[in-house]
């Protein structure tokens, strides 16, 4: 099982990044997918995820309206577009599968990828 994610980088408050995550190694399109992170010195938080058919999502109450997930079952892939990036959404960003449609449940995935830095700052 592979879960590797991509698109982080140093962007400007207010900014926007893309993230994305490509699977291998398991049924991507049978299981849901999210993002989790984790901030120096904090601990891991749940973001967003995403049904295995793309019908239910979840987002944290501190990303809801500026991040949106989405998947592409055909690429394996799953997305996660940020907007209006503020300086406390730097963080490691990890993909995961499963995930749950509520806070709380950082340790019940299965499958991690090593995470991908994103960094607000002017």
């Known amino acids: 099982v592979q879960l590797q994610a991509s698109g982080g980088g140093l962007v400007q408050p207010g900014g926007s990044l893309r993230l994305s995550c490509v699977a291998s190694?398991?049924?991507?399109?049978?299981?849901?997918i999210g993002w989790f992170r984790q901030a120096p010195g904090k601990s891991r938080e749940g973001v967003s995820c995403?049904?295995?058919?793309?019908?239910?999502?979840y987002y944290a109450d501190s990303v809801k309206g500026r991040f949106t997930i989405s998947r592409d079952n055909t690429r394996n892939t799953m997305f996660l577009l940020m907007k209006n990036l503020m300086p406390e959404d730097s963080a490691l960003y990890y993909c995961?599968?499963?995930?749950?449609?509520?806070?709380?449940?950082?340790?019940?995935?299965?499958?991690w990828g090593k995470g991908t830095l994103v960094t607000v700052s002017s």
């Open positions: 995403i049904s295995s058919g793309s019908h239910k999502t």
């Open positions: 995961a599968a499963p995930c749950r449609y509520h806070s709380g449940a950082e340790d019940y995935p299965n499958f």
């Open positions: 190694g398991f049924a991507f399109d049978t299981y849901s």
